[in-house]
């Protein structure tokens, strides 16, 4: 069983506890039920913003502990500012260390658009993740059947919550044309090897549809990644562990930005 497979079954097991204990009548009492999400399609596409959706990741499987005690306040507004076009917080707790608190930190300091980053199987996640403050959530090709993507994409969009399709390869990405997504994100890491390669996100860009925004997910290192990738109409960039990495994953991505910014007024 590879590490993919092992995510998915026990967020069955937990998706089920977290039913019994959060019923999805009290998620309907959220303030957030009452709000309009932030389109992240939209800031993504925004020209005075970098591209880049910059992650909160306290752990990983693949790098094990990244940054255990990240202020998710002070990273989420200094990722903001640093001119980040969205925000995407892992929420999984087991695999990755997050949780569903710090979505909600992060919104409420953050009039941005939000991902929540989780391995959603259930439509009891999807009214989880409204309830939290989220604005788009992830739907992985690889752990769900084409019919159960576009069943949840529907149940998402019902909210008029944006959906953020990941695929590793052609057949996910053909198979998962019909779902409906929003955006198209292709993870150049290898869910069940963990190899990591930008090669993916070139290779696929032809084959996505031009009403997707697409965007380019794990391994991006440089700012000469991103303008490369761009070539190949590539618009968002969601990076995690190269800021996180650092003490002050804020500090790491302005410096970033400004370099992408530079980079850009010079291309």
Do not use: W
């Not at 930190?105 to 409204?130: G, H, M, S, W």
């Amino acid at each position: 069983m590879n590490i993919l497979d092992q995510i998915i079954e026990h967020k069955k097991t937990e998706v089920e506890q977290r039913k019994s204990l959060y019923p999805v009548k009290l998620l309907e009492q959220s303030i957030y039920f009452a709000t309009q999400p932030v389109s992240m399609k939209k800031y993504i596409q925004r020209e005075d913003l970098s591209g880049i959706i910059a992650e909160i990741k306290r752990k990983s499987p693949s790098k094990g502990v990244i940054n255990p005690h990240v202020s998710v306040e002070r990273t989420s507004i200094g990722y903001m500012q640093a001119g980040a076009s969205a925000l995407s917080v892992l929420t999984d707790t087991n695999f990755f260390g997050g949780s569903n608190d710090d979505l909600t930190t992060a919104r409420k300091f953050n009039f941005c658009p939000i991902l929540r980053k989780d391995f959603t199987i259930d439509e009891y996640q999807i009214v989880e993740a409204k309830s939290i403050g989220a604005d788009a959530i992830l739907l992985i090709a690889a752990a769900l059947e084409p019919k159960r993507l576009k069943a949840l994409a529907d149940f998402a969009h019902s909210f008029k919550l944006e959906v953020l399709l990941e695929v590793h390869n052609l057949e996910e990405l053909q198979a998962s044309l019909d779902a409906g997504a929003d955006l198209m994100g292709v993870n150049n890491r290898n869910l069940k090897t963990f190899e990591l390669s930008v090669e993916i996100s070139k290779q696929l860009a032809q084959h996505i549809p031009d009403s997707m925004v697409k965007v380019s997910e794990s391994g991006i290192e440089s700012v000469e990644t991103i303008m490369e990738l761009k070539k190949y109409g590539y618009e968002g960039f969601l990076m995690g562990q190269n800021f996180m990495q650092h003490s002050r994953p804020e500090v790491a991505c302005k410096e970033f930005i400004d370099e992408l910014n530079k980079a850009s007024r010079q291309a």
